[in-house]
C-alpha cells in the first residue's frame, strides 16, 4: 500500500472522535439519535447536531413519520403488562415469576424478553440473602391431603387461609416469622416472631388470628406446608377445636404459592420485623 498523506492523521483523529461518541464504533440505533436529537434540538438547532453526527437531517425527520414497527408496539404492551405484574405483587418479583405469571394469564411472552423489557423499565425483583431451610418434613408423620392444589382463590374471608414462615436476618441474629394469610383479602391476618423454629412459633400466630376472627372456622381450609411445626399433634388439633380443615401442600420442592411467597420478600414483612425486633 501506498503511504498515507499528510492529512491521514487528521482524518484518523476525527474518526477516532466520532467514534468514541458513538460508543466504540457502534452506531446508536435511530430511535436513540431521534431521542437524542429531541432533547437537544431546542439549543442548538436539527441541522447542526445532524451535522455533529454526520446524520442526515432527513433521516431525523423521515424517523418522526414513521409508523412504529410491530416490535415496538408489542414491546410497549408487554412493558405495560410486566409493570403491572411487578405493582400487584409488592415490586419483588424478578423475571421468572412474572414471566410466569404473564403466561398463566394468557400473555405468550418469552423469559428473555421479560429479562429485556424490565431492563428497558429499570426495574428487578427482590433478591434473598443466604437461604435457611425452614421446612423439614417428618416422614412418618401423618398428613392430611392437598385440598387446595395450587388454587388460591377465596370468595369470602375466613374460606382459605395460608400459614407458613420465613427468616430476616437482624443484628441480633436470624429471627423466624410465621404468617397466616387470608387469602380472599391477600392480606396477614396473624403473625408471631420468634428466635427459633418450634411449634410455639406457628401456632401462636394461629391463636392470634383465631381470637382476632372470634368465630367458629367451620368453612375454612387451613393451607401449609409440609414442616413438622404444621403436621405437630399439637397445631393440628387446635386446628381441629376451631373447626378449620387441614390441607398440606403435596410436596416440598414445588414452587411455593405466590399469595404468600409475595409477602414474605414485600418491604412490609421486613418492616413489621424489624418493628418487632426493636420493641
Not at 256 to 279: F, G, M, N, R
Request: hydrophobic share 35%; charged share 25%.
Amino acid at each position: 500500500m501506498g503511504a498515507r498523506g499528510p492529512g491521514a492523521s487528521t482524518l484518523q483523529r476525527d474518526s477516532e472522535s466520532r467514534l468514541r461518541f458513538l460508543r466504540a464504533g457502534a452506531r446508536p440505533a435511530t430511535a436513540t439519535l431521534v431521542e437524542f436529537i429531541d432533547d437537544h434540538k431546542n439549543e442548538f438547532g436539527v441541522e447542526p447536531i445532524c451535522r455533529e453526527l454526520q446524520v442526515a437531517p432527513s433521516t431525523y425527520y423521515a424517523a418522526l413519520t414513521r409508523p412504529e414497527s410491530a416490535r415496538s408496539v408489542r414491546d410497549a404492551e408487554l412493558m405495560r403488562e410486566i409493570r403491572r405484574v411487578y405493582e400487584e405483587n409488592y415490586c419483588v418479583y424478578g423475571a421468572r415469576k412474572i414471566w410466569n405469571q404473564l403466561n398463566r394469564e394468557g400473555i405468550a411472552v418469552a423469559r428473555c424478553t421479560v429479562e429485556r423489557l424490565m431492563g428497558k423499565l429499570g426495574i428487578s425483583g427482590a433478591v434473598r440473602g443466604k437461604t435457611r431451610r425452614t421446612t423439614v418434613a417428618d416422614p412418618s408423620a401423618r398428613r392430611a391431603p392437598d385440598l387446595v392444589k395450587r388454587d388460591f382463590t377465596a370468595v369470602a374471608p375466613n374460606r382459605l387461609w395460608v400459614a407458613d414462615f420465613t427468616y430476616c436476618a437482624t443484628w441480633a441474629g436470624t429471627v423466624y416469622t410465621a404468617f397466616v394469610i387470608d387469602v380472599y383479602s391477600r392480606r396477614i391476618v396473624g403473625w408471631r416472631t420468634a428466635t427459633s423454629m418450634t411449634t410455639d412459633l406457628p401456632l401462636d400466630a394461629l391463636e392470634m388470628v383465631i381470637w382476632a376472627r372470634d368465630d367458629r372456622l367451620d368453612n375454612l381450609v387451613h393451607h401449609s406446608d409440609r414442616g413438622t411445626q404444621y403436621t405437630s399433634i399439637r397445631y393440628t388439633e387446635r386446628l381441629v377445636e376451631a373447626g378449620a380443615e387441614c390441607s398440606v401442600h403435596t410436596s416440598i420442592g414445588n414452587v411455593p404459592p405466590a399469595e404468600y411467597e409475595t409477602l414474605y420478600y414485600s418491604q412490609e414483612t421486613s418492616d413489621t420485623v424489624a418493628k418487632t425486633i426493636s420493641s
